[in-house]
């Protein structure tokens, strides 16, 4: 597996993740600066890093999501390759069109950061296969803005198509349908609010994010 | 150009503030929602121009239309 890391300024996660794909790949991660217009080629996944790109100005992911990279991102995307975006990352990839809805400011206004409950909902696509349904893991967020709303149509949709990935089982920040991550219409983009990158190190004390990257390097060999 | 969340989108920092100016004793208040404000110098004379670029900035970054309603207001120059 040939991953690389998209680095915004202000991306706070992107080394993280990078560990997490080079060590369930045994291949170096490559990082990809925001103002580059093309990708390394032969990539096998994008991580689209957490943090607080450009400073949350405007909206969270709001400027991220039209920097030059993105363009080629969202053709890599289009061509069916997998895109996993964390937090500020799923932020970028709503902003970019990638993934419907939106992020808002967490129902009660407080930065969340703390272990969450979830539950995943589909085993059905690279990220999550690694898991059962229905299985009940924890993983860290860390947020201001996760609440995540559409219209109660697309949230049906989302449902009704088995694009809701992962679903909290106490929710931290009032996302409509109490959704923590979700997919793209091929399956093939994810993105979620909790950092599985940083569950995957026994050292961290917690490995419930450990099958996610497994499962990525396991069908993108 | 005025930014501001749509009708029916829930706005919790609205409410908060609501809240607050209720503590401070403000009475007869009901909604309150929160937006922005953009301020732009144009290097044009033509208003008409000057909106129509507004908009597609508003379509392309500026608001999010999905949850956001924009608004434009063009001074005569």
């Known amino acids: 597996m040939k991953a690389a890391v998209i680095v915004f300024p202000g991306s706070n996660c992107d080394r993280d993740l990078a560990v997490a794909f080079a060590r369930a790949s045994g291949r170096q991660t490559r990082m990809v600066w925001h103002k ?12 689209v890093p957490g943090g607080f790109s450009f400073g949350d100005y405007l909206r969270c992911g709001a400027i991220a999501a039209r920097a030059p990279i993105m363009r080629a991102v969202g053709d890599f995307a289009a061509g069916g390759g997998p895109v996993l975006g964390i937090c500020n990352g799923f932020q970028v990839l709503i902003e970019a069109g990638l993934l419907p809805g939106a992020l808002m400011r967490n129902a009660q206004l407080t930065f969340v950061c703390r272990d969450v409950g979830l539950r995943v909902e589909t085993t059905d696509s690279p990220f999550t296969a690694g898991y059962q349904k229905g299985q009940r893991i924890r993983l860290p967020v860390a947020h201001h803005d996760g609440n995540y709303v559409a219209d109660a149509d697309q949230i049906a949709r989302l449902r009704g198509e088995g694009r809701v990935a992962f679903a909290y089982r106490d929710n931290p920040n009032g996302s409509a349908g109490d959704i923590a991550g979700i997919l793209s219409q091929n399956g093939r983009v994810l993105g979620m609010m909790p950092h599985p990158e940083r569950a995957y190190d026994p050292a961290l004390g917690n490995t419930d994010g450990a099958p996610l990257f497994e499962a990525l390097a396991g069908v993108t060999a | ?74 001074p005569a120059p």
């Open chain 1, 36 to 47: 580059d217009a093309t990708l390394p080629p032969g990539l096998d996944l994008i991580g």
């Open chain 2, 1 to 74: 150009m005025f930014v501001t969340l749509k009708p029916g989108v829930l706005d919790p920092q609205g409410a908060a503030v609501q809240h607050a100016l209720g503590t401070l004793g403000f009475t007869g208040i009901g909604a309150v929602r929160q937006g922005k404000v953009l301020e732009f110098d144009m290097d044009t004379a033509d208003a008409q121009a000057a909106e129509a670029d507004l908009a597609r900035m508003c379509e392309a970054l500026l608001a999010n239309t999905v949850i956001e309603d924009y608004r434009i207001e063009v």
